[in-house]
């Protein structure tokens, strides 16, 4: 039992190494999206996509047996971090 437990725990890890590594890519897209609003004189909020996002991320959940309020946290989460890149690599 414990040799499973170990071995649970390791694959564990290596999602949650592979969830790191996926919002550093994702930062990196935040930030190629700063640019282009600054370049573009387009504002960092955009509600609407903040919605869409959600309910997207939301419905994803549902599909994949998930709490879609956890998910949703945790999305919510993501888009003020990005919002906040966005704003600390604007000239403004």
Known sequence: MEKEITNLRKKLDKITGD????FSKRKELVLKMAELKRK??????DRK???EAL???K???KEKGLNPLLIEKIIK???EDA?????ENSPC
């Open 59 to 61: 419905r994803m959940a």
């Open 40 to 45: 573009n004189k387009l504002p960092i909020l």
């Open 77 to 79: 989460l993501l888009i």
């Open 19 to 22: 969830l790191i590594d996926l």
């Open 55 to 57: 309910e997207m991320t």
């Open 83 to 87: 919002k906040k890149i966005q704003k």
């Open 49 to 51: 996509r903040e919605k």
